[in-house]
C-alpha cells in the first residue's frame, strides 16, 4: 500500500470518522485528517464527505484523492481513489470524468495484468451507476484482462462480466472467449443477448 506501517490507530480512526460522519462533520473531519496513512486517510476523507455539500464538499474528495495518491504503489493509488470517486461521480459527474480518465491512464502504467485489472474492478464498481463513466474505464479493464491468464484473471472476468457487459456490450464476447473453457464461461456466453 505505501512504505508506511499500517497501524491500528489508522484503521481505527478510519471506523471512527465513518461513524461520526453522520453525527459531526467537524469531528468526523479533524479525525480523518488525523490518520497517518495515506490509504486510511483518503477512505476516511471520501466517507465525511459523502455527508456534506456544497464546495466544503468537493474540497474534502480532492483532499482524499490527493491523499490517495501519497500511496506508492499504481494500483493501490487507482484502487482506494474509487472511494472519492463513487462520491464525486454523484456530485459532479463532469468532474469525475476527468478523474477518471487520469485514473485509467494511471493504471494502465501498471504492468502487473492482474494488479492493474484489480485496480480498474475497483474503479469500475465505484462508477458502475453512471454509464458514461463506467463506459471510461470499461474498455481499459478488458485490455487488462485479456492481457492476463489463470484463476484469478477468470475471477476477475466473472465479478465485472455485468460491467463489461452493460457499458460496452461489444466487448463481452471477447471477455468471456478469454475465461479457462468450462461451465462458468458457458455462463458468461450464455448471458450475452443474441
Known amino acids: 500500500m505505501s512504505e508506511m506501517e499500517i497501524t491500528r490507530e489508522d484503521v ?16 468526523s473531519l479533524e479525525t480523518a485528517r488525523g490518520i497517518k496513512h495515506p490509504w486510511y486517510r483518503c ?3 471520501a466517507t465525511t464527505a459523502e455527508y ?8 474534502v474528495l480532492s483532499e482524499s484523492l490527493a491523499a490517495a495518491h501519497e500511496q ?11 472511494w472519492p470517486i463513487r462520491v464525486l461521480a454523484k456530485i459532479r459527474p463532469e468532474l469525475a470524468a476527468k478523474y477518471v480518465e487520469d485514473l485509467v491512464a494511471l493504471a494502465e502504467t501498471e504492468p502487473h495484468n492482474l494488479r492493474r485489472s484489480h485496480a480498474l474492478q475497483s474503479l469500475a464498481y465505484s462508477v458502475s451507476g453512471h ?7 470499461v474498455p481499459a479493464l478488458v ?19 455485468e460491467l463489461v457487459l452493460s457499458a460496452r456490450r461489444d466487448l463481452a464476447w471477447t471477455v468471456a472467449m478469454h475465461h479457462k473453457p468450462n461451465n462458468l464461461q458457458s455462463r458468461l456466453l450464455a448471458a450475452i443477448p443474441g
Open 143 to 161: 485490455e487488462s484482462l485479456i492481457g492476463g491468464h489463470g484463476p484469478r484473471i477468470d475471477r476477475c472476468i466473472r465479478d465485472t462480466f
Open 43 to 45: 477512505q476516511a476523507l
Open 131 to 137: 454509464p458514461g463513466l463506467l463506459g471510461r474505464v
Open 12 to 27: 481505527a480512526g478510519r471506523a471512527r470518522a465513518g461513524k461520526l460522519a453522520p453525527l459531526d462533520i467537524g469531528r
Open 52 to 59: 456534506m455539500t456544497g464546495r466544503d464538499q468537493e474540497r
Open 72 to 82: 506508492d504503489e499504481t494500483n493501490r493509488v487507482v484502487t482506494v481513489s474509487s
